[in-house]
């Protein structure tokens, strides 16, 4: 029945203070107000109403997309939301729109490696949205590597202009959101040839579209890359492609803090890492592991909630089925995932801090945790988004038939989230940058270099140096056992960051010692799951595997009576979930029949094409000889 709360039998069992666990989720009480008050704006609001997107065709979704855009950005205005409510309302809208790569990655690019005249120039234009852009890097034939790409910025001194252009098919910009149809500025990443000398890649701001009429300028040919993934998910967002035939830009847009090209075409590369013109792409890799934690909680919530609704066998005398939730199976599955939502947050939060510390740190000059920085950040993103998008989908599993309907929300968070596995870096491309800085770090033990950070547990390794054990074969050739250990070092990370969280003062009954037992749980599941790895090496005995796997079972007793009050800690409103299986009631079954019906197929009893097809057949007058 309406209003009836059909799981008020699981939160009555909590051992928390469930309103406390809202505020460390949210990471403060002012974060959790920001956040509740814009969720339920957003939900209230039937301007961003979208149970009706796997209705529609690809270009009714995207005109929806557009329409959601403005209607936020008036709401954002009208309201006069600051910066930070009106990131949080982009969250709650939830859809991938052109503005994500607007606000998340060109804005960032103008920030990090414009000079302080061309942000004075640009970012006024692009805060009040009277430019939109884009981050044109990836072409047809290089994304990976970014050394490989080929359009060209070539400097000419007669004009002092920068001459933008795409030698060849490979060379065309390919998958730049909002880049397709809406974008009328991009970053683009060319290869800087001054005096016809190549400089290496640099970020250059070319326009693309008229600001009066919308329509491409000379020489630039763009448009959308087609269909993608899935049939709403990321189709709500322009990913487009890009032909430069040889458009002029002015010298001052070329981003110059990194590198500059004087007026007399002298090119000069400033005291600072070159790496640092990939900056925006750190940036987003460290807002990516926050957006995992976000992605893997609300998939555990829908399969929490339904296996605390969802009965099945087990029925003692005719009383009740039994909740799958208490199946320890359905826990060996579930609560780990629950456990590694609340790491990826508090690793999270510890990831912002670091790229905030380090961005400190360049504006003084200061490189030397940039290496670690861009460790961290590839190899946590990369760990997080590939435990996130198998995650979602062992949460469509635990729902079983149920979860494979639209109306879970599953299938659409799936679709919309496993690219976070490929773009800002693909996942594995980014653990041999992390594997390389382990490396670099190994090489560099037994000098006076000595480890510090996330790296200082390697001095322990330092005897393996000094006995110069092992053949010692090129990187490439084990690369795949180098991976392995990129992983196990952010894990590592992952672990301990969640043990020092643990370390501060956590208030609220019964909170620290509920964020314990996922502490360990995370902890202990990974060496479950690994547990060849640590027996081969001799880090445990089979009886410390053995007791390891006893208290994880122990554990997931203890998250039992508490797994519904912790996903009702992530404070989801049922509107941003978008499932029937996790709505906060549990009133699953006549909302699943009830929406069956809604379904645009269900219009008519008789189905469209009955007559043409279907009793043509029913009704054919030559029967094979067998029937
Ligand atoms: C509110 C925020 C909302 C955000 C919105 C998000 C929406 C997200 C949705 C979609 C957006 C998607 C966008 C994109 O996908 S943008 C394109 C992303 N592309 C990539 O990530 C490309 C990946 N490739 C690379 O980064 C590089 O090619 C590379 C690192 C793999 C190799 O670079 P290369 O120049 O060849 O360097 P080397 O490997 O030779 O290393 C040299 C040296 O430099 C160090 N280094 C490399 N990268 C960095 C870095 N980023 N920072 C610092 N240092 C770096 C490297 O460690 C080496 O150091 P050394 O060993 O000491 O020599
Ligand atoms: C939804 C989506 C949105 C995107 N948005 C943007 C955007 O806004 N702007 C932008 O510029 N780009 C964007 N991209 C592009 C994205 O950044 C690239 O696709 C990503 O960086 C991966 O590069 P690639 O496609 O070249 O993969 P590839 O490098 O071709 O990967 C193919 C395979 O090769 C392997 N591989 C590659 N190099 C090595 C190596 N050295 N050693 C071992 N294995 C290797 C990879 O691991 C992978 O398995 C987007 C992509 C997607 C899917």
Known sequence: MEGVDHLAHERNKSEFDVDAM????????????????????????PGFRKD???????????????????????????????EEEAAKLRFYVDEPAFTDLHWGMFIPAIKGQGTEEQQQKWLPLAYKMQIIGCYAQTELGHGSNVQGLETTATFDPQTDEFIIHSPTLTSSKWWPGGLGKVATHAIAYARLIVGGREHGVNGFIVQLRSLEDHSPLLGITVGDIGMKFGNGAYNTMDNGVLRFDHVRIPRNQMLMRVSQVTCEGKYKQSDVPRQLVYGTMVYVRQTIVADASCALSRAVCIATRYSAVRRQFGSQNGGPETQVIDYKTQQSRLFPLLASAYAFRFIGEWLKWLYADVTQRLQANDFSTLPEAHACTAGLKSLTTTATADGIEECRKLCGGHGYLCSSGLPELFAVYVPACT???????????????????????????????????MTRVEHLMQCRCGVQRGFAELSVDLVEAAVAHCQLIVVSKFIEKLQQEIPGKGVKQQLEVLCNIYALFLLHKHQGDFLSTGCITPKHAALANDELRSLYSQVRPNAIALVDAFNYTDHYLGSILGCYDGNVYPKLYEAAWKDPLNESVVPDGYHQYIRPLLKQEIRTARL
């Open 22 to 45: 809202k505020i460390v989720w949210a990471g403060s009480p002012h974060a959790f107000d920001v956040s509740d008050r814009i969720s339920k704006l957003v939900a209230s609001d």
């Open 52 to 82: 009706n997107r796997s209705t529609l065709s690809r270009k009714e979704l995207f005109k929806n997309t557009l329409r959601k855009a403005a209607y936020a950005w008036k709401t954002i205005v009208d309201l006069r939301l600051s």
């Open 423 to 457: 773009y800002e870096g693909d996942n594995t491309v980014l653990l041999l940058q992390v594997a390389r800085f382990l490396m670099k770090t190994v090489s560099q033990l037994g000098s006076s270099k000595k480890p510090v950070g996330t790296i200082a547990y």
